[in-house]
């Protein structure tokens, strides 16, 4: 089983059911060229909005942020797209599935495995266990985003035993017209269902690299131990 999706609307909402979007693609990040600048993008130069109303915030300080003057629309902050329709994604999977009919025995058996992968490059999104980063590591190219879904599940099996109760017509009990017809007939199924977890996304919030429209995110370094040092209480609260 598989699907591709395209031109899907990015970015999720405050809770189920809400309307304020929690993702947003900044168009006025700073842009790539310009990082290598470093920390002289927090210098203070000269403000050319200094003292024009219109500008708002950006003229009240006779001074302004290098990285600032360094945007595509420098007389603006943050400039954002809501739900554009810029995602797409991939859903590969594998099902296998067994079925054993109900017999003169009265039982019966379901049994389905599913082996999965789901890729996409969604961000802001959320599910009832984890949640992905509300802004994009780069905003100009959102093909970076492209990876795991949060709602990848990688295996998941479903065991459904099918038994028929033992009344009714025909069956050991409440053989009667009486008992046929009020509990004759019926048919008890659990369904059990075993799966793995789903990813997890990691991001910093302060965003101290001055990049002006981006999120950071860990780098996976060689030689380094992805996991810090101690138990696995004191690894959560790190």
Same mark, same amino acid.
């Given at each position: 089983?598989?699907?591709?999706?395209?031109?899907?609307?990015?970015?999720?909402?405050?809770?189920?059911?809400?309307?304020?979007?929690?993702?947003?693609?900044?168009?006025?990040?700073?842009?790539?060229?310009?990082?290598?600048?470093?920390?002289?993008?927090? @210098? %203070?130069?000269?403000?050319?909005?200094?003292?024009?109303?219109?500008?708002? &915030?950006? +003229?009240? $300080?006779?001074?302004?942020? =290098?990285?600032?003057?360094?945007?595509?629309?420098?007389?603006?902050?943050?400039?954002?797209?809501?739900?554009?329709?810029?995602?797409?994604?991939?859903?590969?999977?594998?099902?296998?599935?067994?079925?054993?009919?109900?017999?003169?025995?009265?039982?019966?058996?379901?049994?389905?495995?599913?082996?999965?992968?789901?890729?996409?490059?969604?961000?802001?999104?959320?599910?009832?266990?984890? @949640? %992905?980063?509300?802004?994009?590591?780069?905003?100009?190219?959102?093909?970076? &985003?492209? +990876?795991? $879904?949060?709602?990848?599940? =990688?295996?998941?099996?479903?065991?459904?035993?099918?038994?028929?109760?033992?009344?009714?017509?025909?069956?050991?009990?409440?053989?009667?017209?009486?008992?046929?017809?009020?509990?004759?007939?019926?048919?008890?199924?659990?369904?059990?269902?075993?799966?793995?977890?789903?990813?997890?996304?990691?991001?910093?919030?302060?965003?101290?690299?001055?990049?002006?429209?981006?999120?950071?995110?860990?780098?996976?370094?060689?030689?380094?131990?992805?996991?810090?040092?101690?138990?696995?209480?004191?690894?959560?609260?790190?």
């Amino acid at each position: 089983v598989g699907s591709r999706l395209l031109h899907m609307s990015i970015g999720g909402v405050t809770s189920p059911g809400g309307t304020t979007p929690t993702a947003m693609v900044n168009i006025n990040q700073l842009p790539i060229s310009v990082l290598a600048l470093g920390t002289a993008l927090q @210098q %203070r130069v000269p403000n050319p909005f200094f003292g024009i109303p219109e500008s708002g &915030e950006l +003229g009240i $300080s006779q001074t302004i942020d =290098r990285g600032q003057l360094l945007r595509p629309f420098p007389q603006f902050r943050d400039v954002l797209m809501v739900r554009p329709s810029l995602g797409f994604g991939n859903y590969n999977s594998l099902t296998l599935k067994a079925e054993r009919r109900l017999d003169n025995t009265g039982i019966g058996l379901r049994v389905s495995y599913t082996f999965a992968k789901m890729l996409d490059n969604y961000f802001g999104d959320s599910s009832f266990y984890g @949640q %992905r980063a509300a802004i994009a590591l780069d905003n100009y190219n959102l093909r970076r &985003e492209y +990876g795991l $879904s949060l709602h990848d599940v =990688r295996h998941r099996m479903i065991i459904a035993p099918l038994l028929d109760l033992p009344f009714g017509r025909g069956k050991p009990w409440a053989t009667g017209p009486i008992g046929d017809r009020l509990i004759g007939g019926w048919n008890i199924s659990p369904v059990i269902t075993f799966q793995t977890g789903m990813p997890a996304s990691i991001w910093q919030n302060n965003n101290n690299a001055g990049t002006l429209g981006g999120i950071q995110r860990p780098n996976l370094v060689p030689g380094v131990d992805l996991c810090t040092t101690g138990g696995i209480t004191q690894r959560l609260n790190n």
